[in-house]
């Protein structure tokens, strides 16, 4: 906990905002919920590995639920544990080593590094994810989808996501098509209008005429 509010307070001190979970109190589905959303709008999943973490069930959990959405996820190194107990889905992820107390600046600045590494493209993904959920969460209403530009930046987003990490997640996938969907559909509406409206008024002209 000392090496967290430690590291907490350098990402501070270099304006980067981190939500850690200080809570010491027994896990409750209403608290997990708040860790997930947490999880959710943030650009960046940092796991401190340690004997203890790899060891709780709770951090498993948290693990997988940012790998379900696609999270861009940075691995820190804090105390040595076996490579086999480590989990898969943080294991395969280029890990930076924070065991040696002596060189905490020079590794602080590598995780700045990593952290600001194709940032606007997280932040995206942070953003349509956020969106996304909302959408889902509010029983996918309409009101809630997509519109005008928001939309065509977020399917640019996606068209080039094939050799970008974080990709979409099958939600964001869901909720752009919808959005999609939604405004052809009120654009074939006002075509149609539009085009009603044109025949009434030549109706009428040829009518007058």
Same mark, same amino acid.
């Given at each position: 906990k000392d090496f967290v509010r430690k590291l907490g307070d350098a990402l501070i001190v270099r304006n980067r905002k981190a939500w850690i979970?200080?809570?010491? &109190? +027994?896990?409750? *589905?209403?608290?997990? %919920? $708040? &860790?997930?959303?947490?999880?959710?709008? /943030?650009?960046? !999943?940092?796991?401190? &590995?340690?004997p203890d973490s790899v060891a709780s069930a709770n951090c498993c959990r948290e693990i997988d639920h940012a790998v379900e959405n696609h999270k861009k996820m940075v691995p820190i190194l804090y105390? @040595?544990? =076996?490579?086999?107990? &480590?989990? $898969?889905?943080?294991g395969r992820f280029q890990r930076i080593d924070f065991d040696l107390d002596d060189y905490f600046e020079s590794t602080f600045e590598a995780l700045i590094t /990593?952290?600001?590494?194709?940032? $606007?493209?997280? %932040? =995206?993904?942070?953003?349509?994810?956020?969106r996304a959920k909302e959408w889902e969460h509010k029983g996918k209403d309409r009101s809630f989808l997509?519109?005008?530009?928001?939309?065509?930046? =977020? $399917? %640019?987003w996606v *068209?080039? @996501? =094939?050799?970008?990490?974080?990709? +979409?997640?099958?939600?964001q996938s869901q909720y752009i098509l919808a959005s999609r969907q939604s405004a052809t559909r009120i654009e074939h509406i006002v075509i149609a209008a539009?085009? *009603?409206? !044109?025949?009434?008024?030549?109706?009428?002209?040829?009518?007058?005429?």
């Open positions: 979970d200080w809570k010491d &109190i +027994p896990l409750t *589905a209403e608290w997990q %919920q $708040e &860790i997930f959303r947490n999880i959710d709008s /943030a650009d960046t !999943f940092l796991f401190v &590995i340690s105390r @040595s544990v =076996a490579a086999d107990r &480590i989990p $898969e889905a943080v /990593a952290l600001d590494t194709d940032l $606007e493209w997280t %932040q =995206a993904h942070t953003r349509l994810l956020t997509l519109r005008g530009t928001d939309l065509r930046d =977020a $399917e %640019q *068209a080039k @996501s =094939a050799d970008r990490n974080p990709k +979409p997640t099958m939600l539009v085009a *009603a409206a !044109f025949l009434v008024a030549v109706g009428f002209a040829v009518y007058a005429f």
